[in-house]
T-cell receptor
Framework: GAGVSQTPSNKVTEKGKYVELRCDPI?????LYWYRQSLGQGPEFLIY????????DSGLPNDRFFAVRPEGSVSTLKIQRTERGDSAVYLCASSLLVNTEAFFGQGTRLTVV | KNEVEQSPQNLTAQEGEFITINCSYS?????LHWLQQHPGGGIVSLFM???GKKKHGRLIATINIQEKHSSLHITASHPRDSAVYIC?????????????FGEGTQLTVNP
């Protein structure tokens, strides 16, 4: 596609449920980033992939959060046993190479009720 | 103290005014980004800077590496410029290429 695509755009889930958020980066982009943005704040880093491997996952808040990128393209962010505090906009970005311009998706607004 | 600080947090201007948003950072960086975020969450990259000045249309971004400071200027502001403007830095260490974001500046331009 022409840009970074994230699905779903909105997700409402019950506390304790499992959710998956998908990111489809720009074709050919090797680097993929996940960020989380809470209301009124700037985005915060979660995890970064270079190709298929997670080059830096130090931003994942706890072991309920996991992300994969098995073929070096699409990535899925997985959240187990969701909590109300997980409610936020989850942003994905991709860049052609590390340290080149990043392009952002529209985000997935996750609401845990 | 946040590693990236923006000022002001909120800015209201009249159409046509010259606008400046400031960003200060406290870490070594390899690049600084200015981003625009509209309601609904979509983020658009405006500039990526490592030195000097860049201009695109009515937008100008400058950076002073020695002073660890960058500014985003909007000339002849228009209501469609209303958005949140975010400064983000890419750190200079080899430990990762993550962006560290400021909290954003909410700009409202009134007609």
């Amino acid at each position: 596609g022409a840009g970074v695509s994230q699905t779903p755009s909105n997700k409402v889930t019950e506390k304790g449920k499992y959710v998956e958020l998908r990111c489809d980066p720009i074709s050919g982009h090797t680097a993929l980033y996940w960020y989380r943005q809470s209301l009124g704040q700037g985005p915060e880093f979660l995890i970064y992939f270079q190709g298929t491997g997670a080059a830096d996952d130090s931003g994942l808040p706890n072991d309920r959060f996991f992300a994969v990128r098995p073929e070096g393209s699409v990535s899925t962010l997985k959240i187990q046993r969701t909590e109300r505090g997980d409610s936020a906009v989850y942003l994905c970005a991709s860049s052609l190479l590390v340290n080149t311009e990043a392009f952002f998706g529209q985000g997935t607004r996750l609401t845990v009720v | 103290k946040n590693e990236v600080e923006q000022s002001p947090q909120n800015l209201t201007a009249q159409e046509g005014e010259f606008i400046t948003i400031n960003c200060s950072y406290s870490v070594g960086i390899s690049a600084l980004h200015w981003l625009q975020q509209h309601p609904g969450g979509g983020i658009v990259s405006l500039f990526m800077l490592s030195s000097g000045k860049k201009k695109h249309g009515r937008l100008i971004a400058t950076i002073n590496i020695q002073e660890k400071h960058s500014s985003l200027h909007i000339t002849a502001s228009h209501p469609r410029d209303s958005a949140v403007y975010i400064c983000a830095v890419r750190r200079g260490e080899t430990s990762g290429s993550r962006l560290t974001f400021g909290e954003g500046t909410q700009l409202t331009v009134n007609p």
